[in-house]
């Protein structure tokens, strides 16, 4: 499975930016999907993430209220609406494919991952 995010760039604080992740060579609608970031020095954190069905979702207490993920499985895409923006929300955003899984906070226990899109947040 091949996973391209899309959708990142500079936003001053307090936009919004909506991330998308395309797969490709996998059956979409089996995985769950996540949303993790990384800011520079420090470790990869949960974001978000959503069931095959997309009927639930999870989110880190930071995006919560803020951010929306979404899946469109006839596109085989999966989307990050991000809110309200703020500085400490600036990283590398990847999005990641959980097989025959129900979506996980933790990031081993995904399958696949993308390269990543960058995120800055201005103040």
């Known amino acids: 499975v091949q996973l391209v995010e899309s959708g990142g760039g500079l936003v001053q604080a307090g936009g919004s930016l909506r991330l998308s992740c395309a797969a490709s060579?996998?059956?979409?609608?089996?995985?769950?999907l996540g949303w993790f970031r990384q800011a520079p020095g420090r470790e990869r954190e949960f974001v978000a993430a959503i069931t095959w069905s997309g009927r639930s979702t999870y989110y880190a207490d930071s995006a919560k209220g803020r951010f929306t993920i979404s899946r469109d499985n006839a596109k085989n895409t999966v989307y990050l609406q991000m809110n309200s923006l703020k500085p400490e929300d600036t990283a590398v955003y990847y999005c990641?494919?959980?097989?025959?899984?129900?979506?996980?906070?933790?990031?081993?226990?995904?399958?696949?991952w993308g390269q990543g899109t960058q995120v800055t947040v201005s103040s």
């Open positions: 990641a494919a959980q097989s025959y899984g129900l979506g996980s906070r933790v990031s081993y226990e995904y399958n696949y």
């Open positions: 060579g996998g059956t979409f609608s089996t995985y769950a």
